[in-house]
């Protein structure tokens, strides 16, 4: 039989990376109540690129108390993806980040900066 492949759980391999190095709380939902310096990552769609490769698309959200400390926040989520791409047995050694924007959060008007990660990934066998 051949293998039977499938996108891989990247919300939590980015997870993982981000809850290791940030200064701030990270999880796949925003908690209630929500810690003044928070990050979500969740995964927002994505693409097959080959047979054995996806491109899945992450959104990561990072609440602060002010929008300094959001873009700051925004900023090393940034650089330790861009940093660590290629370098997990799931990537497949390309990333495509957008800048960080600032995106206010619409219910609590809190300070929220947010951007968008496309990872080459490796299909993984289920």
């Not at 928070?38 to 690129?49: K, N, P």
């Not at 996806?54 to 400390?69: F, G, M, N, T």
């Amino acid at each position: 039989m051949p293998d039977v492949l499938a996108p891989v759980d990247i919300e939590s391999e980015v997870y993982v990376l981000l809850d290791g190095v940030l200064d701030a709380d990270v999880a796949t939902k925003v908690p209630n109540p929500r810690p003044d310096k928070f990050v979500r990552v969740t995964r927002a769609g994505g693409q097959g690129r080959n047979l054995v490769q996806s491109d899945p698309r992450l959104l990561i959200e990072c609440w602060a108390p002010d929008s300094v400390s959001a873009l700051n926040l925004a900023r090393m989520a940034y650089a330790h993806l861009w940093a660590h791409y290629g370098s997990s047995s799931v990537w497949g050694g390309r990333a495509s980040l957008t800048e960080p924007v600032n995106f206010p959060d619409s219910e609590t008007k809190s300070p929220r900066y947010q951007f968008i990660a496309t990872i080459t990934t490796n299909l993984a066998e289920v």
